[in-house]
């Protein structure tokens, strides 16, 4: 089976610009993370859903982050206009919870994102 | 708020020697714990989870967890570590209904293998 697809794996982009990263999480499962990792700060959880519904944003650093999923094989992670601080490796991670199981997270690769 | 503290940034073995990572948590409730590793360029794989029951937990690559809640302790060890282990081990404590929706994790520790 494929794991969860990040793409792109490397973005570099320059400061103001519109940053996109995609997040294909495994077929089937019902709760997609995004985290974001950097050498100051560790691993953060920005957002999650369930059944594709936001339930917990308040990780999300400031409006210019949004993060959508119209369906349950697609979420985005937008940031508009980006910023140098942005600069991290943003993960994805999908579980799927079995009828009372604590599923466990698959991440996906990662995007490392570089905003000069 | 829960909180993880790994005390080792860095921790360096000999490859056969056994090894302890240490992490602590801080958190109100039964706390639901777990370890993860990820290696260069790569994303982050469970080892192994704490929910409840027997304290000892046994995981993938021959490591096995120790939860200690008199210390807020769940200890990482591996009895002979082998060269493919190097990487970043991290420890995170979960919340919430399903234990893991919300993840804090540790600083991590990079494990460094000498022959």
């Known amino acids: 089976d494929a794991g969860v697809i990040q793409s792109p794996r490397h973005e570099v982009t320059e400061m103001g610009q519109e940053v996109t990263l995609r997040c294909k999480p495994i077929?089937?499962?019902?709760?997609l993370f995004w985290y974001r990792q950097t050498m100051m700060r560790g691993l953060e959880l920005l957002i999650y859903?369930?059944?594709?519904?936001?339930?917990?944003d308040s990780g999300m650093p400031e409006d210019r982050f949004s993060a959508k999923m119209p369906n349950a094989s697609f979420s985005t992670l937008k940031i508009q206009p980006s910023e140098p601080r942005d600069s991290a490796v943003y993960f994805c991670?999908?579980?799927?919870?079995?009828?009372?199981?604590?599923?466990?997270?698959?991440f996906g690769e990662g995007s490392r994102l570089t905003v000069l | 708020a829960q909180s993880v503290t790994q005390p080792d940034i860095h921790i360096t073995v000999s490859e056969g020697a056994s090894l302890e990572l240490r992490c602590n948590y801080s958190?109100?409730?039964?706390?639901?714990l777990f370890w993860y590793v990820q290696s260069p360029g790569q994303g982050l794989q469970l080892l192994l989870k704490?929910?409840?029951?027997?304290?000892l937990v046994q995981g993938i690559k021959g490591f096995e967890a120790e939860f200690k809640r008199s210390q807020s302790s769940f200890n990482l060890r591996k009895p002979s570590v082998h060269w493919s282990d190097a990487a970043e081990y991290f420890c995170a404590v979960g919340a919430g209904n399903f234990g893991n929706e919300k993840l804090t994790f540790g600083t991590g520790t990079r494990l460094t293998i000498i022959p």
């Open positions: 077929s089937g499962h019902d709760y």
């Open positions: 991670a999908s579980s799927l919870k079995r009828g009372g199981q604590n599923g466990e997270l698959f």
């Open positions: 958190y109100g409730a039964t706390p639901y």
């Open positions: 704490y929910f409840s029951g027997d304290t």
């Open positions: 859903f369930n059944n594709n519904v936001p339930i917990d």
